[in-house]
């Protein structure tokens, strides 16, 4: 094989099957539940999203000579990355050579398949070449996707598609389906308000699903601000609510501060948009009889929601507190657990997960795993400060993630994660690979080499 070339654009732009998997990457992410039940576990059972990365290698095969190099910026990211891997590949390795046990080994096993499968997705999304017609076409598939994903979510929420049906090719009960047995379970238990779509039996990651592929649409579009944004923005907000996930609506919410701020108009525009788009769903939803009964589901979902604001009472935290203290205690049981952590995936052995992403990865690898993970992050929101243009979506999109990450685990591989990681990783990919960007890239190095001059 030859070496990689910095690919120019002469007339079409290659790698054009690559390409072409890339979008029905990002098109997958509308469908996240199992296709089939095949595989060792529940949690490997293959999604749209796996068969999507499987044709994404293919193609990385048949366009090999076409690929270009990446960004600087993308580079950097992936240095990072591998450094990444490798270290949870040395903890993982430790904690097999000197606890290894069975719940432990199972999720650690689980999560560095998934970081490998992640990284690798990036790998391929960052030697693609992307012009403005490709970037433009993305945008469309992130619209359509974005679409689906919300309409999923509003469907189920309101029991126009019961959840049992969503998961019917499924095998039914809880010692072979796992937590996928959810939608049946709460289907056949009469419970209304359950929008999880076809995204995931976990609300949180429902949740930050559209969230994810809205702040990447904002960056595909280019624009400072427009009123699509602003509807986008609003339907996303109702998506979160009808989750019922306190974290991702509150993160919506505080996007949409952040995006809106110095633009009353869109911000009363947005408001209009998501009263409007409740109010439609509430009089044509056909499975609820009344429009009594589809207010009261609703106002349940506004009651919960409402805690958000009263988090200083620890009832309204879930448990989490408790959980909190839990593992701060057991990380600090012994001297060395502090510095090197438990290994790789050994937090379940002792208890529940940290519902916490920073107390997770000092819970598991110690202060050493938790420095380099804000270091990484600290890293792409540089670079994307530096390439994005106003109102910085991805940016500010990954500042939000990262600020209610202190409530859940969205940036570790578990199960009820999905895909996130890897769509965030292809969104990152995609943001700092545009010409855009790569523009951005070349005027900082030439200034740079003025002053050096």
Not at 338 to 347: L, Q, R, V
């Amino acid at each position: 094989m030859k070496p990689l070339a910095n690919v120019e654009f002469d007339g079409r732009p290659p790698a054009r099957l690559l390409y072409f998997g890339l979008c029905l990457y990002l098109l997958s992410q509308a469908y996240l539940i199992p296709l089939v039940a095949i595989g060792p576990s529940w949690t490997l059972w293959p999604t749209l999203t796996d068969l999507a990365t499987v044709l994404l290698g293919l193609m990385l095969l048949l366009n090999w000579q076409e690929l270009r190099l990446p960004s600087v910026l993308n580079q950097r990211t992936l240095v990072l990355l591998y450094i990444l891997v490798a270290g949870c590949l040395l903890y993982y390795a430790g904690y097999l050579a000197f606890v290894n046990k069975e719940v432990g080994a199972t999720n650690g096993g689980y999560a560095i398949f998934r970081l490998v499968q992640f990284v690798v997705v990036y790998w391929i999304v960052i030697h693609i070449p992307l012009d403005e017609p490709r970037i433009r076409t993305l945008r469309r598939i992130v619209d359509l996707t974005l679409i689906i994903t919300c309409a999923g979510i509003a469907l189920t929420y309101f029991g126009t598609i019961p959840l049992s049906q969503v998961v019917a090719h499924l095998p039914q009960g809880f010692e072979s389906a796992g937590p996928w047995y959810r939608y049946t379970q709460l289907d056949r238990l009469g419970y209304e308000g359950i929008g999880w779509g076809f995204v995931s039996y976990n609300h949180a990651y429902v949740a930050i699903q559209p969230f994810t592929l809205l702040v990447l649409r904002m960056h595909l579009s280019g624009q400072k601000r427009s009123a699509t944004h602003t509807l986008f923005l609003a339907l996303v907000i109702v998506a979160c609510f009808l989750t019922n996930s306190r974290t991702g609506f509150a993160g919506s919410v505080l996007f949409a501060l952040l995006y809106w701020i110095r633009k009353p108009l869109g911000l009363a525009l947005g408001v209009l948009f998501a009263t409007s788009v409740v109010l439609a769903l509430l009089v044509f939803m056909p499975s609820i009889s009344s429009i009594s009964a589809q207010t009261d589901t609703v106002m349940k979902s506004l009651q919960r929601q409402s805690t958000v604001v009263n988090l200083e009472e620890s009832e309204n935290l879930s448990g989490r507190t408790d959980i909190w203290l839990d593992r701060l205690t057991r990380a600090f049981g012994a001297p060395w657990r502090g510095w090197i952590g438990g290994g790789f995936g050994s937090a379940r052995d002792s208890g529940s997960i940290a519902h916490n992403v920073y107390l997770h990865v000092f819970f598991e690898t110690g202060i050493f795993g938790l420095l380099f993970m804000l270091f990484l992050f600290a890293h792409i929101l540089f670079f994307l400060y530096r390439t994005e243009s106003s109102p910085r979506p991805l940016f500010w999109g990954t500042a939000v993630l990262l600020f209610t990450s202190f409530t859940n685990d969205y940036f570790y591989p578990m199960p009820f994660n999905g895909h996130f990681i890897g769509l965030y990783l292809c969104a990152i990919g995609i943001a700092l690979a545009t010409p855009a960007a790569v523009v951005a890239e070349q005027e900082g190095a030439r200034t740079q080499c003025l002053g050096n001059t």
